[in-house]
């Protein structure tokens, strides 16, 4: 029999993310919550070989590593085995659906109810990130309707909730290509499936960026992060460090301060991008520092230490220093997440869906799109779930022209 551990802790989302994968494979497994069991850390750390970062799979014993690392391991075809399950068999069956979204954060689970509603019967491929970004988020504040404010994680799972209520069906898995030459049209998923649909909203969102620096991505999950949520929790009483100068840039300090016996920002302007109500909890915060017009050149550390420090440019003189830190946090902004749109669909420089004005419509007509991949200025949960809603009429209406 396989025996599956998973560490986890409350409000991590690649936990989520890993949970909802080996849960489309009808596999259960035994949860390790860090937040409820902390004397357990320990032992995660030295059966992982010292890997800062949730969750951490094992099956009978060995490490698998994260969600990142199962979901490789999906895509070349091996996780089936490793879970006991055989050889992955090939999914070759072709579904039609009259309206098919892809993407899981606001803007495609708002789509979503308003297309259900209309009684188009969408079908919601989620990917393996279900949620979106708003799952990496700690408070929610500005959406309405959360008076107190609700954690992200949470809000995600009310939207998904209303969506199943009114019919979506959900499909979890990863689109491999889209065909969008003819109607219907086709999208291939990883797992071997095809999907074809008369209208597409693509709600696909974006992706945090890296730095891009090879010491950031030698020490990934040893100390380096994108998600404060999911491993600040491991660096309690140890001097961190946030890159970043926008409103996630602050969430993440000051999220951090729980932890950390001093977080340091690092900021490649002499003013923060951030809100102003964001801008004035960081200043406020005793625990908070800020590193002015400076780059991390490198990161120092090592797998078996995890990061001691950082390596400093000022981007004005030039001149070099170095700050003691046990962890960075990367908050520097997101990618659109369209790559498999390139050469189909009319994409700006940035790589973000153009969208004719004052509407959903891209380039191809029967092609809609909402939320972040379109959105290079507001990029907020709000907006997004209104253009989610914008798509999902402008889709009916369409469908209903063809009819």
């Not at 188009?120 to 708003?134: K, M, R, S, W």
């Not at 998923?189 to 709600?203: F, P, Q, Y």
């Not at 914008?390 to 009819?403: F, P, V």
Request: charged share 25%; glycine share 10%; proline share 3%.
């Amino acid at each position: 029999m396989t025996e599956i551990v998973m560490y986890t802790t409350t409000y991590c989302p690649y936990c989520v993310s890993a949970k909802s994968l080996l849960g489309s494979k009808g596999v259960s497994w035994h949860e390790i919550n860090l937040d409820d069991q902390p004397h357990l850390r320990a032992e995660m750390l030295e059966k992982s070989g010292g890997r800062r970062t949730v969750p951490q799979i094992f099956v009978n014993g060995q490490g698998l590593g994260g969600f990142d690392d199962i979901a490789a391991l999906e895509h070349q075809g091996q996780l089936d085995e490793i879970l006991g399950l055989g050889e992955s068999a090939v999914d070759t069956r072709t579904e039609h659906h009259r309206v098919i979204i892809l993407g899981s954060g606001p803007a495609g689970l708002t789509a979503a109810v308003y297309a259900a509603r209309a009684n188009l019967e969408p079908v919601l491929v989620a990917g393996n990130e279900p949620g979106g970004q708003l799952t990496t988020t700690t408070d929610v504040e500005n959406y309405p309707g959360y008076a107190d404010g609700v954690q992200g994680p949470a809000m995600m799972d009310d939207f998904r909730k209303q969506a199943e209520r009114f019919g979506t069906r959900f499909k979890t898995g990863n689109v491999r290509s889209v065909d969008l030459s003819q109607s219907p049209f086709t999208l291939n998923l990883e797992s071997g499936e095809t999907l074809t649909c008369d209208a597409l909203i693509v709600s696909t969102g974006a992706s945090a960026k890296w730095m891009g620096i090879d010491s950031e991505q030698r020490l990934r999950n040893r100390g380096v992060s994108a998600c404060a949520t999911c491993d600040g929790f491991f660096f309690r009483d140890k001097p961190l460090a946030v890159v970043g100068g926008g409103d996630t840039a602050m969430e993440e300090a000051i999220f951090l301060t729980n932890f950390a016996t001093k977080v340091t920002v690092v900021h490649r302007r002499d003013q923060l991008r951030a809100s102003r109500i964001m801008q004035d909890r960081a200043f406020k915060n005793e625990k908070i520092e800020f590193v002015w017009n400076s780059e991390v050149e490198e990161v120092l550390g090592d797998e078996e230490k995890g990061v001691t420090g950082l390596i400093l440019k000022n981007v004005e003189n030039g001149k070099i220093s170095t700050l003691d830190v046990e962890g960075l946090f990367v908050a520097i902004g997101h990618n659109p997440n369209t790559g498999i749109f390139d050469g189909q669909l009319d994409l700006d420089e940035l790589g973000y869906l153009k969208v004719q004005p004052h509407s959903t419509y891209t380039s191809k007509e029967g092609v809609f799109a909402a939320g972040d991949a379109a959105d290079r200025v507001y990029r907020q949960a709000v907006t997004a779930a209104g253009t989610g809603c914008m798509a999902a009429m402008d889709a009916e209406r369409w469908l209903a022209t063809r009819e």
